[in-house]
């Protein structure tokens, strides 16, 4: 362990020396220990001495957190975190990724496990009992998809007649909120524990619609336009924020103070081209940060 | 810990599923069982084949690709097991007729994975009767049938008591798997929905999922021993 420790602070000294030594343009990249500096004692201070942070992010989720071959995570979440991490002056490649599927993440927060989660977290006042929200910084919202040749479903309203099935995750906020409309959740509501079943139960004529986020339907959308289509329009809106923990006033401002800049120089919009934005999916203007 | 007074209805609900998966699945996988080890012991070498090949095919196969191709494969190949609506059971069990066939589905699995344990279980017991017996009974005159009935089981099933319990309990516990497999509402799945949509800490909820396991698992085993105590022959 002390070994380890040892080597990391040797690597990290070795890398602001190199970065320092390169100089020109990467000055104020804020690469590197010293080049930022933070109140005593915050967690900003304490990650920038560290030079190396861990992050909480979704690994199978298509456009904002989904690990490929590469092996490092990739997407919109992925890219709003590097935009935080980068203003806390550490390099990218000092971050180390942790999976957090939907169940851990307030658990993950509370224990210290990660500093920092950004894995399409939608911002509920449940959640806000153990855990802060910083942003948000994109707003989804729930939508329908069918088949293409469906036309009787064309919106949650369509489940009311109690004929419909519809497919969601176990525990997700969207499967929550078609419980609403549908007339009885024993025989209409089907729940797997990854969308990409629901994909499959849908193409199978297993059910009539799968119900998520849009972005995360757009997805699916994108690699096979010829089978699915949405149905009508986003019916929730779902403000995806970043989870820290509930007393870090000081890191959430700090969060809050580098998504408000990432809104206004652009990077903001720039992370979400490279990634969810090539599903077609709307970005809309730049969501108003919420300071609770 | 306050979840599990807070909640108790949805995991007594989620027991309530689990409960009768395990009852229909329990039963099923015996009589499967039961027939399949009848086919490995026969003197027919074609139905012994049979036999043989089940449980090798679904011994060796994890469960989950097994709920995979039936949850998955049938509706493909067009099945949406309507021959488990039996009448009168699904007024009981009520999941059995709704249109959703994932119960039926996760039931099939179940039943096809553990009746190749169970048939096992029960062929150890054949094997554990001395093989005098069975001869002494066939060199009397009995068939095979009556050799089965009158010698070799009785005395078998005692023998197969205590593993046929681990299998039955084994298949308990993996049921656990049947919510992810598109059954809303199991045991299982409640620790999902808890945790994750309505963000309770983990911890108490895995433990109020775990006692609800135990409660089914740990009188089985009970009950398992006094049986086992009672009918034990001396050897």
């Known amino acids: 362990m002390r070994i380890t420790r040892v080597a990391t602070l040797a690597a990290a000294a070795t890398l602001a020396l190199g970065m320092t030594a390169c100089g020109g343009d990467d000055a104020d990249e804020g690469t590197g220990a010293g080049s930022k500096s933070f109140a005593a004692g915050s967690t900003m201070e304490r990650l920038n001495k560290a030079q190396a942070i861990k992050i909480g992010t979704k ?108 497919c969601s995750v176990t525990g997700s906020t969207p499967a929550e909120e078609i419980k609403k409309y549908v007339k009885d959740v024993a025989t209409q509501l089907v729940l797997f524990d990854t969308y990409d079943k629901c994909r499959d139960a849908l193409k199978g004529g297993q059910v009539d619609a799968v119900t998520t986020d849009n972005v995360i339907l757009l997805g699916y959308i994108a690699k096979d336009e010829a089978s699915f289509k949405l149905a009508g329009e986003n019916f929730t809106k779902e403000p995806y924020g970043l989870g820290v923990k509930k007393e870090d006033t000081d890191f959430r401002n700090f969060v809050n103070d580098t998504l408000e800049k990432a809104f206004a120089d652009g990077s903001w919009k720039k992370a979400w081209d490279d990634t969810a934005g090539k599903f077609g999916a709307e970005l809309g203007a730049a969501p108003t940060v919420n300071r609770y | 810990m306050s979840v599990l007074i ?86 009981v069990f009520s999941r059995l007729d709704t249109d959703l066939p994932y119960f039926r589905f996760a039931l099939i699995a179940l039943v096809l994975y553990t009746a190749a344990f169970v048939c096992e279980a029960l062929r150890s017991g054949v094997n554990a009767v001395p093989a005098g017996q069975a001869e002494a009974a066939r060199s009397l005159g009995l068939t095979f049938g009556q050799n089965l009935r009158y010698v070799v089981l009785p005395q078998s099933w005692k023998a197969s008591v205590v593993p046929l319990g681990s299998v039955i309990i084994a298949m308990i516990k993996n049921s656990a798997l049947v919510g992810f497999f598109g059954v809303v509402g199991d045991l299982s799945q409640t620790a999902d929905q808890l945790t994750s949509a309505e963000g309770y800490a983990f911890v108490p909820v895995a433990i109020g999922i775990s006692i609800g396991y135990l409660i089914m698992t740990v009188p089985l085993g009970a009950l398992l021993d006094r049986i086992e105590k009672r009918q034990a022959v001396a050897r």
């Open chain 1, 59 to 166: 690994f199978d989720q298509p456009g904002f957190g989904q690990k490929g071959l590469s092996g490092k995570p990739e997407g919109f979440d992925v890219e709003v975190a590097k935009i935080i991490v980068k203003e806390l002056g550490i390099p990218e490649d000092k971050i180390e990724w942790v999976e957090a599927p939907s169940k851990v993440r307030e658990d993950v927060i509370v224990n210290g496990t990660v500093d920092l989660v950004a894995a399409t977290y939608t911002i509920n006042d449940k959640r806000k009992e153990r855990i802060a929200f910083a942003g948000p910084y994109y707003e989804a919202g729930q939508n329908i998809m069918v088949k293409k040749d469906e036309a009787a479903i064309t919106g949650p309203d369509s489940f009311k007649d109690g004929a419909k099935k519809v």
């Open chain 2, 6 to 91: 807070d909640k108790f209805d949805v995991f007594a609900g989620g027991f309530w599923l689990t409960l009768q998966i395990c009852v229909l699945a329990a039963v099923g996988a015996l009589l499967l069982g039961a027939v399949l080890a009848v086919l490995r012991i026969s003197p027919v070498p074609p139905l012994r084949a049979v036999g043989t090949g089940y449980v090798n095919v679904f011994r060796n196969m994890p469960l989950t690709v097994v709920m995979f191709f039936a949850a998955f494969g049938l509706p493909a190949l067009g099945s949406n097991a309507d021959f488990l609506r039996v009448p009168g059971l699904d007024a």
